[in-house]
């Protein structure tokens, strides 16, 4: 009786996990829409909430064997393939960089308003806020966007869906396989389940799920001591998107010599090499980060307060360049620190976090390069900042019905505010202390 009794429990909480999941998925249709009208970014970033809780809340119940809660990420993120993005015009930026690219001329140097390239936007719709602004994309990225805008206008949008899609469920493939190596397969909910995670590639489609599954890919090929294959990963990744290549730093100071060197020279040579034929080709690869942050300024949680003592400082231009630059400096010799006494998760976080946390522009996808780190090891400071900057949509309510984007200074505070209280949680130093995660035996 008492084992019929705990079946009956468990098929309930199925039911209503299922019940959850199903209401979402209409509520995410209804959006696409434009149901909700001038309030799609409120009402998107309640739903968020929600899904970010129920994942939690699968994590913590554990209702679901870890395959099945494979399958049912994947199968979640199937039926949202559908949608348009709604939240994002990033996409439409992507395919009109490839075509340029296909078109001839040099992304690095060409703004969609540039004369020579109005035919082409005759054909390509392109996001008037990014009119001035040439690419700031690496390489590799261009040819995933060149890629995608050879199925022209109509069909590659969905060449580019595609293509995300096998970053995404390959992220859940690669990150199963991880943590079953590791025997934290519990923690798979956190992966698999992650709204923010599936709602950036399905409806966002950024560029950044790339990322995830190079992070992800590298730390599998380190945990079965394959050195330069995740160096060249490494590198791969940060031709796409420059970020992954962080994880580098940390593992320089946790791996033996030898392994550390091979990971550093075969992911320098790899983004070398990637470059060099970039430039060999007659590109500029550099991007126009100055211009990016003055035109997009916002969102990060920390920013408004380095601008108040650079102030208070009196520091001129030059001045908060070496500020900036000095706290990089500690941060990523922290990150270092934490590597060299065995806590490499932590140390990953820390250095990914770093140009996130110094940097005046935070977008929500940004941080879904810290998820994988989440899943190998849950802390607060990880699930509570990842839980909450889905509030920063709210300033679609604005774009939609005035076509102003200004992000309200609420949700940078209330990131900050979660950062901050992760780390409480936590404990940051005795915690980490006490629990040393390691990606491989030594």
Known sequence: MQSTSLDAHESFKRHLIFLALNFSLICLY????????????????????????????????????????????????????????????????????????????????????????????????????????????????????????????????????????????????????????????????????????????????????????????ALYMIERKFYARAGMIIGLAASIKFLPALIAGPLLFYLRPKNALTIFISSALTWYFIYLGAFHLGYQPLGLLPEFFDKWSGGAPFYPALQTIEKALGLSIGGQLIFKALLAVIGFSLSAWLAYRRYIIAAMALSLSVPLLLTPVLFPWYIIVLIPLLAMRPSASLLLPLGVVSFFYIVLDKWVSQNIWELPSWPAELLAGAIVLGLMWDGLYDRIRRRPVNIQPH
């Not at 968020?48 to 990420?73: D, E, K, S």
């Not at 979640?76 to 993005?85: M, Q, T």
């Not at 994002?88 to 078109?103: E, H, K, P, T």
């Not at 899609?165 to 590791?182: C, D, E, M, P, V």
Request: overall charge neutral.
């Open 30 to 217: 209804l959006l696409s829409t434009g149901f909700a009208g001038p309030h799609i970014g409120s009402l998107y970033a309640g739903l968020h909430v929600l899904l970010f809780g129920l994942m939690t809340y699968i994590w913590r119940a554990n209702p679901f064997t870890a395959q099945q809660t494979l399958c049912l990420g994947i199968a979640f993120y199937l039926v949202l393939l559908p949608l348009a993005s709604f939240t994002s015009n990033d996409s439409q930026r992507y395919l009109w960089d490839g075509a340029v690219l296909l078109g001839g001329f040099d992304p690095y140097m060409t703004a969609p308003n540039a004369p020579e390239v109005q035919d082409l936007r005759s054909l390509w719709p392109t996001p008037e806020e990014h009119a001035d602004y040439p690419t700031l994309y690496p390489p590799t990225a261009l040819l995933l966007f060149g890629l995608s805008a050879k199925a022209g206008p109509v069909f590659g949008l969905w060449l580019w869906k595609f293509l995300t899609g096998l970053a995404l469920i390959g992220s859940y493939l690669t990150g199963y396989k991880l943590l079953k190596r590791r025997g934290a397969l519990k923690h798979l909910p956190l992966l698999v389940l992650n709204p923010l995670l599936y709602l950036e590639t399905a409806i966002g489609m950024h560029i950044d799920v790339f990322s995830v599954l190079g992070i992800l890919t």
